[in-house]
Structure formats: C-alpha cells, structure tokens
C-alpha cells in the first residue's frame, strides 16, 4: 500500500493496488487508498489543464473534495473569460468582484478602456460634424463659384495635378492655343512657392501673333482636403488693359500724328537725365509751316506734318519721337553717337524733300534740326540742353536757307 501511493504520486498511470492480494483486515482501508488516488488525479489533471489554460477539460466528480477549491477557480476562470468577451463587445460594465488584486487591475483597465472608447467617440462624432461642414462648405463654394465670372482652380504643389476648377478653361480663353500657355503659366507658378503661404495678386498675359489676353490672378495657398496646393482664380482685365491703353494715348499721345505729346517728352527727358544715361538729343523743326499754313490751308499743313512726323519715325526701332510744338518735334535715342545721328538725320533729311518731287507737289518738304550728345558727366538741365540744340537747330536752318528757296 505504501508504494501504490508513491506510484500515485510519481507514477500514476503505474499505479495499481489489488485488493485480493491484501489481507482481509486491509482491504477496507485499501479501497479508502484506491477511492483517494482517484481523487488526487482528477485533481491534477484539472490543475494541468488550468495550468494550460484549457477550460474546456472535464471537471472532477462531486464528491472529489479534494478538487473542489480548483473547480472554484475553474468556475471563475469561466466567467472572467465570458466577461472579457463582453469587453471585447463593446461592454465595458463589466466588473470583476473577485480575485483581489487582479480583480482591482481588471476593473481599473476596464474604467480606463470605458473612458478611452467615450473620447474616441466624441473625436469621431467631432469628425463626422466636421466632415458634413466641410462638405456644405465645399457644395457651397462650388455652387458658388459654378456661376463665378472668374475661372478658379486649385492646383496640388509638387505634382500640378489639377484638383478642381469651376468650369472649363476654354470657356474664358478667346484663343485655344492660350490653354498651353496657360498650363505652362500655372506649373511654373506652383513650382516656385515652395513653403510660402501668404496669398498675394499677381498677372498674367497671354499672346500670339494676332491678339493677346490679360488676366489679373489672386493665388492662394491652402489644405485641399489634406494635400498641399494652391487655388488661382483669375479675372480678365484685357477690356482694362486696352482702354488703359486708349487713355496712356490720350494722356501720352499727339492726337494728330500719334508720337509722344510734349508733357510726356518731357517726362521721359527728365527721367534719361536723372537716371544719368547716356543718349543723343535732336531738336527737329519743320520748315515754312507757317507758310504752307496760310498759302493752301491747315489740312495742307497736317499733311506736312504727318510726313515729318512719319519720317522720323524711321529713325531707329528704338528711337522716342515726341512733338513739342506745332511744328517742332524732339527725338532721343540711346547707343548713338552724335555723328552717327547727324548721317543719319540728313537720309531722313534727304528722303522728305523726295516728297517736294512729286508731280503734285505744292511746296517744298524740309527740316532742320539740332543735335547734342548727353553723357552721364552731364551737369546741365533740361531746359538748358533744349536751349542749346535749339541754338544749333537754328544755326542748321540759317546755313542751308539758300537751299531751302531754291
């Protein structure tokens, strides 16, 4: 009996006692060996499959006493899992009452889950609100901007990606090869804001050989659902631009002969002068106007004036014409020298008494004029330099009044 229970407790799928081989005396108490043997390995079977975390084993029979604080813990083990599934639900009731400390752990990570799903749901219910504001805002703007004279669309920075534009390019563009241009226009622009996020007006123009287009364009940076980019939206400014040009004409303009009037020569004097420059000043004056004038008429007299007026044009592209007076014009030009430009006045010279060879011919067509090189030593003022080719105009007539009579 003494070594069965060492096998019981060593070795117990050896362990085995017979009761006929016990003396009679002992057989009760051989039974009462067998029955707690019986007992002992119920109760570590379930302590191995605890152990393993196996709830699922087969429990020990009602009367093993011996098993009965593990059948407990089983029990508990039981419903602490089915409580843990309940967590897993979304039900964070759940309290556990028992098991000491790990009960106060358990039920303090639970409150802590509880808080933790409240904040997420309130962040997610913050989102959803946000989100519908974001997409009445959105339908809003696009509502908006649908009937919008401006044409407006958002660019991604980095990638030129269009994100969105109220209607087609072409609805505003009077030209279809202005779309590359203008694709070319709006990658170039989105390339080099970098980080900048201020928002700011700028222009844009686009030509070709027969007409041009204006635009006056307010970019803006912004968050276009997450992804850096830029929204343009432009307005066309090219009615603007050419009735700005019809008024510079008017303001700038000899309404006769089309050259600069004498305010703006005398602008643009100043600013040469000022900016130290170094140019050729000619003062041009127009022969016997006063006679054309009153012998056939001022419409005779125009006429004149528009062939000096045209004649001086074909200076140089680069020459500024201005009419100063009824018969007095002044021409600067830059990168000349005086001698190049007396050579050259006196073909201009030559090509307007062509003119006077007509067969209809009523008069002679002739001009003197003045010339002074200005360089950036100069000291003397405006008026003085007019003054002086003045003097020299005035010399330039007295030597070649003979040949004006003949």
Known sequence: MFNYL??????????????????????????????????????????????????????????????????SLHSSLKHLTWQSQQVAKGDYQQRVNFMGDFATAFNTMIEQ?????????????????????????????????????????VIEKGTGQQLFCNYPLTNILVEDEFESQMSAWLEMQTDSMGNDESPHLTEMSLFNNECAQYFSVFVHPLRWYGRQAAAFAFSD????????????????????????????????LDNWLSGGIHFILCFVDMDNLKYVNDKFGHGEGDKYILAVSECLRDFSPLAQIARLGGDEFMLLVQGWTQKDAEDRLEEMRDQLARYSEKPDALYNHSMSYGI?????????????????????MYEYKRAHKAQRQT
């Open 237 to 268: 400014v090219s009615a603007e631009k050419e009735h700005l040009k019809e008024l510079e004409n008017v303001a700038y303009r000899d309404t006769l002969t089309k050259v600069y009037n004498r305010h703006y020569g005398m602008q643009l």
């Open 372 to 392: 002074i090189e200005v360089d950036k030593s100069n000291t003397q003022s405006r008026t003085d330099l007019l003054s002086t080719a003045d003097e020299k």
């Open 6 to 71: 060492g096998d019981v407790i060593y070795k117990p799928d050896h362990a085995k006692l017979s009761l006929e081989q016990l003396p009679e005396d002992f057989r009760e108490l051989g039974e009462g060996l067998q029955y707690f043997a019986e007992c002992l390995i119920e109760t570590r079977d379930l302590a191995k499959a605890l152990a393993k975390g196996d709830l699922n084993s087969k429990l020990p029979s009602p009367n093993n006493e011996i098993a009965a604080p593990l059948k």
């Open 113 to 153: 889950l509880d808080e933790r799903r409240k904040e997420l749901m309130e962040e997610i219910e913050s989102g959803k609100r946000k989100t519908q504001d974001l997409a009445q805002s959105n339908s809003l703007f696009e509502a908006i901007t649908a009937q919008a004279s401006q044409w407006i669309v």
